[in-house]
């Protein structure tokens, strides 16, 4: 590995393009790099809606639902700047299936009581693109289903509710080896608040649901439950028989009939097996792709047509999934390296399934030269969409510069300084400290002066 590279590991020192591209080659990285900015108008079919270019808002939790789990005026406003700013597909945050599940008290939560102010969320979305790019312009929303699983708190302190134990991540939360593991009658009994929550989500008016199984949540913990026992441990069959189960009773019922079916789905714990989903049973830190290119072969054939791929776990080793040089917390690896791994993971199953419409990640960290790694990614095959997640609350607009002016403004990117990611841990609340610093600045500095 050569040790002339234009940035150090504390911070992002490229200027332009060039220089990056001089790492990349050095450094012999699978990071690609294009030009061809028209690529993001490209329209992705599918099937019963177009999503009208190729530009993805992910989900970021927001933290800030009212105590029932509503959206408030913090949401509508966040997401209201999201849609004025032309991404193509609107993925929405992490919203809760159940009371006990919700990862702090002010996550979003869709109940029968609630699923109108929902709808009013939808609504604002849709007409806010459509003042914005006209009438004819429609951005399709998915709504993120989820069970916090482990990260789960009630009252502000935590509540986990665990499928497996991992020796790493339960040390991180002081559960002991005698803490007890979820039971199969109640992970059976989440397939009814699933499909619940897939049903109101389509009378609130959103085009798909995805069912979360990523970043440690419950679900994603299941696919690594190799040393549970029971039905919903052990076998690969066994570990994503409640995921499988619930897409097939979301597919099957005839109110959630045209809901798009969609997965935000770790490729990659980057845990050591057995602690670890896709990664070499030798116990060795090798991803290995198997099992999950086992697993989106079925979530194909059961109608997921679209998925996003992420991997890690931001309460465990943030930069995996958030590549990012600034803060207390140094990574003991480039950062470029970090944004390598998932677009090259990626990339790896996009080439193989290429029918299935994959969200790619990993490109905030390049700030303004974000839309020429983008680029090179839909050029080359490594995904069909290109997500942006914490990019979407420090810069809504991003995709609209990226579509008119073919840039993103220096003045105007994420800087990847991960107190978003910092903000959501601690407090729950999230938002954009810099670049939003009227609201989210004060908020900031409160959790400080708590923390001292």
Known sequence: MSN?????????????????KKDIEEL?????????????????????????????????????????????????R??????????????????????????????????????????????????????EF??????????????????????GKSNPIIATH?????????IDEDYPVVSDDYLKGLENEFLKSAKLAKKAGFDGVDIKACHGYLLSELLSAYEREGEYGGSFENRIKLLINIIQRIKEDKECEGLI??????????????????????????????EPKKLIEILKDKGVSLISLTMGNPYFIPHINKPYDIGTYIPDENVIISCNRLISEIGKIQR????????????????????????????????????????????????????????MKKAKVCIS??????????IGTCGCVVRDSKVYLPIYQEMKREEN
Not at 4 to 20: N, P, Q
Not at 97 to 121: A, H, M
Not at 376 to 386: A, D, K, R, T, Y
Not at 417 to 426: A, D, H, L
Request: proline share 4%; hydrophobic share 30%; with cysteine.
């Open 78 to 131: 966040k997401y209201e700047k999201i849609a004025r700013g032309g991404a193509g597909l609107i993925w929405l945050e992490a919203v809760s299936v159940s009371k006990d599940g919700r990862s702090n008290d002010k996550q979003l939560w869709l109940t029968e009581d609630n699923w109108i102010e929902f709808k009013k969320l939808n609504d604002l979305i849709k007409s806010s693109a459509k003042e």
């Open 352 to 407: 193989q399934f290429p029918e299935v419409n994959i969200v790619g990640v990993g490109y905030s960290w390049f700030r303004h030269l974000a839309p020429y790694v983008a680029a090179g990614s839909l050029e080359n095959g490594l995904c069909n969409l290109v997500g942006f997640g914490r990019e979407g609350i420090a810069y809504p607009d991003f995709a609209k510069d990226i579509l008119r002016d073919k840039e």
């Open 261 to 290: 079916l969609a997965s935000r789905l770790n490729v990659s714990d980057v845990l050591p097996y057995p602690q670890g989903w896709g990664m070499s049973k030798s116990g060795e830190y090798i991803i290995d792709l198997e």
């Open 28 to 76: 012999e990285l699978d990071i690609k790099v294009s030009n061809n900015t028209d690529l993001f108008e490209t329209k992705v079919d599918l099937g019963d809606c177009i999503i009208p270019n190729s530009i993805v808002s992910l989900p970021m939790e927001g933290g800030d639902s009212n105590e029932k789990g509503s959206p408030t005026q913090l949401t509508y």
């Open 166 to 174: 991992k020796r790493d991540l339960d040390n991180r939360l002081g």
């Open 4 to 20: 002339t590279i234009y940035r150090s590991k504390g911070s992002f020192r490229y200027r332009h393009i060039h220089e990056l």
């Open 417 to 426: 300084c991960s107190k978003c990611s910092e903000m959501k841990s601690k």
């Open 134 to 155: 006209g009438e004819d312009y429609n951005p399709i929303t998915i709504l993120q289903l989820n069970h916090s699983g482990r990260y789960c708190k009630i009252k």
